[in-house]
């Protein structure tokens, strides 16, 4: 399952973070793949700056209930691409483990990718799901996202003019199992019609009895 977020992040903070990449170091991506498999550039972690940015982001991200509801996130990590002219990333599926907080593995259930460039300032360089359902593919506005399986095949098509500039992250979940995460979701959106429709009536309290007993029982923290 896909989720689309818009405005994560507001154009103040898009560019705050675009100000920070622009003063940045970019490395060949390919110190994390092969390059017959990828040709972009990474930004180097190096100046506290680098983090405040990363921060942004993050607490953006958790700022929106949507995501917390979908993602169930126990931990996230996060870094910052470019894609120049001629520059890909051919079909592949995310690392099952990545390295976390203080360099520490952690399991990518959900992956996300942030737009920090306006869609209409580089031509090309979309990205593309392979859904069950075909291809799908995805050039959101500066300071949206989308989130998606780690375990979904996807790439980022050749970038023909311009720069495209993204953040893109991995989340591990409290709840690993996908199908579980989608039992949640529908008690939680049940739950709140139920209130929206019966606001004193005793169903909210047995919903969120078992909404806190599935947790309890899948939950890893």
């Given at each position: ?43 180097e972690?190096?100046?506290p ?11 953006a ?8 509801t ?53 031509g ?71 209130v ?5 009536s ?20």
């Amino acid at each position: 399952m896909l989720l689309r977020l818009e405005r994560v992040l507001d154009d103040a903070q898009v560019a705050q973070v675009r100000d920070v990449l622009t003063a940045a170091q970019f490395v060949e991506g390919t110190v994390s793949g092969k390059g017959t498999l990828k040709q972009n550039l990474q930004a180097e972690r190096n100046t506290p700056e680098f983090d405040r940015a990363i921060r942004t982001v993050v607490t953006a991200l958790m700022a929106r209930t949507e995501f917390k509801t979908f993602a169930l996130p126990k931990q996230i990590t996060l870094e910052f691409n470019r894609y120049d002219p001629g520059m890909f990333y051919k079909t592949h599926m995310d690392a099952a483990l990545m390295g976390g907080v203080r360099g520490q593995p952690m399991r990518a259930d959900l992956s996300f990718t942030l737009f920090l460039s306006d869609p209409a300032s580089y031509g090309g360089g979309e990205f593309v799901l392979n859904s069950p359902y075909g291809d799908m593919r995805v050039k959101e506005p500066a300071g949206s996202a989308v989130v998606y399986p780690s375990n979904m095949l996807h790439r980022v098509e050749p970038v023909e003019n311009g720069s495209r500039l993204a953040a893109i992250g991995w989340i591990q979940s409290m709840l690993r199992d996908e199908a579980q995460r989608g039992f949640v979701r529908e008690i939680e959106a049940l739950r709140d019609q139920v209130v929206d429709a019966f606001p004193d009536s005793e169903m909210q309290e047995r919903f969120d009895r078992l909404h806190s007993n599935l947790l309890r029982y899948w939950a890893e923290v």
